[in-house]
Nanobody, 121 residues
């Protein structure tokens, strides 16, 4: 069974930092992994993504503040979030593209359950 298990969310003050983790299990391979977020009443948006080769892509709103990284051996992707702002408040979702599961199933996209990040004083 494929699982994307996210952790690291929580409540932080403006200017603070959080580190999100997403560990994939039950898989053979994944192409790109990324983080999306959805604020209340808004559409889900890409925050950052990283390919299996390490190429990264960031939303303009987080460039210079967030860093995505990946440990292919552990099938884990991380999102280091610094200088957090209230507008970063959202549910953050882990995404895996082109996922091949140990069961032999192939998924174009697979999502985690989400983790809440709240930036507030």
């Amino acid at each position: 069974q494929v699982q994307l298990v996210e952790s690291g969310g929580g409540l932080v003050q403006p200017g603070g930092s959080l580190r999100l983790s997403c560990a994939a299990s039950g898989i053979i391979s994944i192409d790109a992994m990324g983080w999306y977020r959805q604020a209340l009443g808004k559409q889900r948006e890409l925050v950052a993504a990283i390919t299996s080769g390490g190429r990264t892509n960031y939303a303009d709103s987080v460039k210079g503040r967030f860093t995505i990284s990946r440990d292919n051996a552990k099938n884990t992707v991380y999102l280091q979030m610094n200088s957090l702002k209230p507008e970063d408040t959202a549910v953050y979702y882990c995404n895996a593209d082109k996922l091949l599961a140990r069961t032999g199933h192939y998924f174009n996209a697979y999502w985690g359950q989400g983790t809440q990040v709240t930036v507030s004083s």
